[in-house]
């Protein structure tokens, strides 16, 4: 298989300028930074995916924080999100290691890859419907690069959820209509593959409970599973 349209993808992705808002928060984010991270230089453009082009498993959320992967240029890294994505995706075997500091850190992934619907960190976290379907043609052609070995997706949040069924339909899946509501568990089959709901790693929903790790883990766990990687080996 040819997964050479993966990497290219990526830094087509990486010198989008097409949303206005977008360009001219990212950026002045990455120059006035956090006093936290004063002697960083932040990416200040928009975040690719993360992971191996030949993927089993997808992972979609909205993801670039504007201190966490607009400052370290890799999705879900650097922030208490990813803190929490990536120890779950350790505890069920789907990464090298707990943490995502850096994207130099030497995470890695096994059979998984993360991406978002908005490559770009949003003032206050909230794109915008105009800027989200101007970004869905990247999730449309990784969907479509994905293709040959994805089985299975776990699509965080509701905004993430209603991104993604359409971007799936334009990448030649069959999505039933009406389209399937969002929900914590949701599981909807596509053609060769599972999409299913999880709510969002986002401090509000794991600071509050409404998403537990081990509720985070059994998602992951029956996705992994169902997309036929590998368990984890024992511990020890």
């Known amino acids: 298989m040819d997964t050479s349209g993966l990497p290219v993808l990526d830094e087509r992705i990486a010198g989008c300028r097409a949303c206005p808002r977008l360009v001219a928060w990212r950026e002045e984010v990455a120059r006035t930074k956090r006093a936290a991270f004063a002697d960083w230089t932040y990416w200040g453009r928009p975040v690719p995916g993360f992971g191996p082009p030949d993927a089993r498993l997808l992972i979609v959320g909205l993801a670039p924080a504007a201190h966490g992967g607009n400052r370290t240029g890799r999705m879900f890294t650097g922030d208490r999100s990813g803190d929490v994505l990536y120890e779950a995706l350790y505890d069920v075997g789907l990464a090298s290691q707990p943490t995502a500091v850096t994207a130099d850190d030497g995470l890695e992934l096994y059979g998984v890859r993360v991406t978002s619907p908005v490559h770009c960190a949003p003032p206050a976290n909230k794109p915008t419907p105009e800027e989200r379907d101007t970004c869905r043609p990247w999730l449309v052609q990784e969907l479509r690069l994905l293709r040959p070995t994805l089985?299975?997706?776990?699509?965080?949040?509701?905004?993430?959820?209603?991104?993604?069924?359409?971007?799936?339909?334009?990448?030649?899946?069959?999505?039933?209509?009406?389209?399937?509501?969002?929900?914590?568990?949701?599981?909807?089959p596509l053609d060769g593959l599972d999409l299913f709901g999880c709510f969002h790693v986002s401090q509000r929903n794991t600071f509050t409970g409404r998403l537990t790790p081990a509720m985070l883990r059994e998602v992951?766990?029956?996705?992994?599973?169902?997309?036929?990687l590998p368990p984890p080996p024992p511990p020890g």
Not at 156 to 185: D, K, M, T
Not at 220 to 228: H, M
């Open 220 to 228: 992951l766990r029956t996705a992994a599973e169902t997309a036929g």
């Open 151 to 188: 089985r299975a997706v776990v699509v965080l949040g509701a905004f993430g959820w209603q991104a993604a069924l359409p971007a799936f339909a334009e990448a030649g899946w069959s999505v039933p209509r009406p389209r399937p509501a969002f929900g914590h568990g949701t599981r909807v």
